[in-house]
């Protein structure tokens, strides 16, 4: 819970607010909230699709994506991709069968999406 209140100029400043109430999600699977994750804005509007996946998948945001990267869960790069504009479709067909990391930057921020192969 916070107040606030906005600044108009160097010396002039609105009433403070009601109590506000801020709400970051976390992770929830599990049965609980996962206290070592906080889900963003840039999290909660990037999607795969589908997901499972064998042959394709898109990657999709709200934001303007600038790059799509896929990694193991150990950490290796093994595909990169440019992207400017607010979707794109990776060919994943050449990929194990196997869970996957995939991290999408944009110009609001930078998601972290799983994926699974099928």
């Known amino acids: 819970m916070a ?3 906005t600044k108009c100029d160097s010396s002039h400043f609105n009433d ?4 506000v109430m801020f709400y970051v ?3 929830t699977t599990g049965g609980g909230d996962n206290p070592n994750r906080i889900e963003t804005v ?3 509007y990037t999607y795969l699709m589908p997901n499972p996946a064998s042959e394709t998948v898109t990657v999709a945001s709200s934001f303007r994506i ?13 595909l990169a991709s440019r992207v400017d504009g607010i979707s794109t479709t990776l060919d994943i067909s ?5 869970t ?6 944009t110009n609001n921020g ?3 999406k799983k994926l699974v192969v099928k």
Do not use: N, Q
């Open 42 to 44: 840039t999290d909660r």
């Open 66 to 78: 600038g790059d799509v990267e896929v990694y193991t869960l150990d950490g290796r790069r093994i």
């Open 3 to 5: 107040r606030v209140r």
């Open 94 to 98: 050449s990929l194990p069968t196997g």
């Open 16 to 19: 403070w607010s009601d109590s």
């Open 110 to 112: 930078t998601a972290y």
């Open 100 to 105: 996957y990391i995939v991290r999408v930057s």
């Open 25 to 27: 999600p976390g992770d």
